[in-house]
């Protein structure tokens, strides 16, 4: 509870300078779990970001392919794939290098689909800007070495950037992160506040220093505060409250 007052301390301290919000999606507003493709916002959360997104100018920052965040919330303003989409007063538009990209992780796609029969377990996903292979479900140690291996050649072959997460391993557009998105959505002469639970937050907790960070569960970070996850909607509620 310390740090969360500590927390609304700060924010109350610039609320009155409009600050934008930027908010995870999974770890943060729901959690982690196996099956992330029926990862769903509960009747709360709904509530939750219809409130925040009418009090604050707010982001949702995501792994996730646009689409997914609109299924799940509703029609809001996303940073997608990790900032390779901007979806933003309902216009969407992709970063310049978007298109060949596609067009790569289509074939790697086609070309290592067939390792899901092979490997029980795995799951591999087409999120258009990068291929997700999602390992949750693998209970044999030797076959999550394998894959990982098969994943590590992949991206060194393409010469693209890999990331290992919690039972995740993605491959992804090389240089794009949630940091330089948010810098180029942030209105500098405004104070931020971000949110997020996971490496590639901590890529906003660095590029954006001068915001107020927030890291959701345990583990080193580069964020000025930290919350448990359990924490993240009793604070969010508490926002709505600082006039």
């Known amino acids: 509870m310390y740090q969360e007052n500590k927390i609304i301390h700060r924010i109350e301290k ?7 919000l930027f908010l995870d999606y999974d770890g943060t507003l729901v959690p982690i779990i196996k099956n992330p493709e029926i990862n769903q916002a509960d009747y709360d959360l709904l509530k939750l970001i219809s409130h925040l997104d009418s009090r604050f100018e707010m982001y949702i920052v995501t792994g996730r392919e646009v689409s997914d965040i609109i299924r799940f919330l509703g029609e809001y303003n ?9 979806h933003i007063d309902g216009q969407t538009i992709n970063i310049p290098e978007f298109a060949p990209y596609v067009e790569l992780f289509n074939q790697i796609y086609q070309n290592t689909v067939y390792i899901q029969e092979k490997f029980h ?20 140690q030797r076959s999550r070495e394998t894959v990982h291996k098969i994943i590590n050649f992949l991206a060194f072959r393409y010469n693209i950037e890999l990331y290992t997460g919690i039972d995740i391993i993605e491959l992804r557009i090389p240089h794009i992160n949630k940091g330089t998105a948010i810098k180029q959505i942030r ?11 996971d490496r590639t937050d901590e890529d906003s907790f660095i590029a954006n220093q001068d915001a107020i960070t927030i890291k959701i569960g ?26």
């Open 187 to 197: 209105n500098l002469n405004r104070p931020a506040i971000i949110i997020g639970d």
């Open 121 to 140: 377990g795995l799951r591999i996903y087409n999120k258009t800007g990068s291929i997700l292979f999602h390992m949750g479900n693998i209970k044999n």
């Open 14 to 20: 610039i609320i009155s300078m409009e600050p934008q």
């Open 78 to 86: 996303i940073i997608g794939l990790h900032g390779s989409i901007f």
């Open 218 to 243: 345990d583990g080193d970070t580069h964020a000025r505060f930290a919350i448990p996850y359990e924490r993240v909607r009793p604070l969010l509620w508490e926002l709505l409250k600082i006039l």
